[in-house]
């Protein structure tokens, strides 16, 4: 069986796809994320100052982020 070459590119894009995807799936235990990786007190100050969604738009737009990253035309050298 022979294996080729994965380009970096293409490893780098599903990546960027799988942490998109994750940070989209983690929304509905956010808190649980928060407390994770001990940025829960500095999530709560931000929902408190600015309301309670706002931890859920950063996650969304790091989600989005994400995924604009891992979207680039590949295109092979010759």
């Keep these: ?7 970096l590119l ?3 894009a599903v990546l960027n796809i799988l942490l998109a995807v994750g940070h ?8 649980e ?5 001990g940025i829960d007190n500095l999530m709560n100050q931000i ?6 969604y706002i931890p859920y ?14 979207y680039m035309p590949y295109q092979p050298t010759v």
């Design 33 to 37: 994320a928060f407390k994770l990786y």
């Design 10 to 12: 293409k490893v780098a």
């Design 1 to 7: 069986m022979r294996f080729e070459k994965i380009p």
């Design 47 to 52: 929902s408190l100052s600015y309301g309670e």
């Design 24 to 31: 989209i799936i983690c929304i509905p235990w956010l808190d």
């Design 57 to 70: 738009i950063i996650t969304i737009i790091i989600a989005v982020c994400f995924a604009l990253c891992a």
